[in-house]
């Protein structure tokens, strides 16, 4: 009788195990999705469901639909279109995204600013409407820019009012929203590990189990399409890089990219080829990769411990220049490196001093 019961017993495990097994969800390889106007690409490892997948790419559909300025029922578009009319109604992600907009520009001084969309628009560059305007366009464009005369308000109804003429446009910060947003998902569903690359933002979600760290590339202004000329080497961390190298407009000889002055209105003109923003928030690090290139390298520096205080988050910048120059600021040492043939280099690393341009919140 014992031998009988101990048979069965094995054969009801063998059973169980086999259900286990095919229940168990498919585990998928990472999985590409357009979107946003770039590639997004998401690698969640062992966890990878097509259930997963499917949520997160649902996500950042979502998002796009809201924050697009091509798609005309966009809850951005109506708040364009809706210009001088009066106060529009805005979703939570839209409202979330205005906030910390308005904060990065107060800081910054205007350097990054969302209102620059006329200018933007303009240019064109990147669209088969890509040309170089009159002055006298770019005078009138600049008369329909300045973060300071959006506003928005939240009493129990999320809203937002632009002026006659003005819009906005959120390319420099929505897809480090859209990481942040996803990382969210990723935590709802206890994924272990992940990484994200939204079009070149870069967010390493979670510890590898071998307890190594990641390894981020940090690409070459002279040759962006070759190898990696630095590393970044972190826990946890969103890389995001802006650089002058990949969007441009050329004309009688001249290089005109795509990030642009909102004081000025034509795109800036420093010793800077690229700035990287190494934290741990996806949406600062995009925000600020534009705001820093636009501020430069000295008063992107003074800015530094501000940012850090609004986002609750530490902050490392890279600093490259046209002439191939690299800096990092210290919180980097032990985490950036030369790479390939130029491993062995040293990079000068500086320290953020100073004091912001819009002051304290």
């Known amino acids: ?29 990472p999985q590409v999705h357009m979107c946003m106007d770039t590639v997004c690409s998401v690698n969640l490892y062992d966890d990878g469901t097509e259930k997963l997948y499917k949520e997160i790419f649902l996500r950042f559909d979502d998002l796009e639909k809201q924050f697009s300025v091509t798609i005309p029922e966009s809850n951005v578009s109506q708040l364009n279109s809706g210009a001088g009319t009066g106060p529009v109604q805005v979703s939570e992600d839209v409202y979330d995204m205005l906030e910390i907009s308005s904060v990065v520009s107060k800081i910054s001084g205007g350097a990054f600013d969302i209102t620059t969309d006329p200018v933007i628009q303009l240019w064109g560059i990147n669209t088969e409407r890509a040309r170089v305007p009159e002055q006298n366009e770019i005078d009138e464009a600049l008369e329909k820019v300045g973060y300071e005369r959006m506003f928005f308000a939240d009493d129990g109804v999320r809203w937002a009012i632009l002026e006659n003429g003005m819009s906005i446009n959120f390319g420099a910060v929505a897809k480090g929203y859209a990481a942040d947003a ?4 990723l935590k709802a569903h206890e994924v272990k590990k ?31 399409t070759g190898a990696p000329l630095l590393k970044i080497t972190s826990d946890e961390v969103s890389v995001v890089t802006s650089g002058i190298y990949e969007r441009f407009l050329e004309k009688d000889g001249k ?106 919140f």
């Open 255 to 360: 290089k005109y990219h795509h990030i642009f002055d909102p004081k000025t209105g034509y795109p800036v003109e420093n010793d800077l080829a690229s700035v990287t923003v190494v934290c741990s928030v996806s949406t600062a690090a995009d925000a600020l990769s534009t705001a820093c290139f636009v501020l430069g390298k000295q008063a992107a520096l003074n800015c530094l411990s501000e940012f850090e205080k609004i986002f609750r988050t530490e902050i490392g910048l890279v600093f490259i220049t046209k002439n191939g120059i690299v800096s990092a600021t210290e919180n980097l040492k032990g985490k950036i490196s030369f790479v390939g043939e130029n491993a062995g280099k040293e990079i000068d690393f500086v320290s953020a001093v100073g004091k912001p341009f819009g002051g304290s």
């Open 182 to 185: 996803v990382v969210e998902i």
């Open 194 to 224: 992940a990484i994200l690359d939204l079009g070149g933002n870069i967010f390493c979600y979670g510890k590898k189990e071998d307890g190594k760290l990641w390894t981020v590339g940090i690409k070459n202004p002279e040759n962006p």
């Open 1 to 29: 009788m014992k031998k009988l019961l101990k048979a069965v017993l094995i054969f009801l495990s063998a059973v169980l195990s086999v259900l286990s097994v095919s229940c168990k969800e498919k585990v998928l390889p």
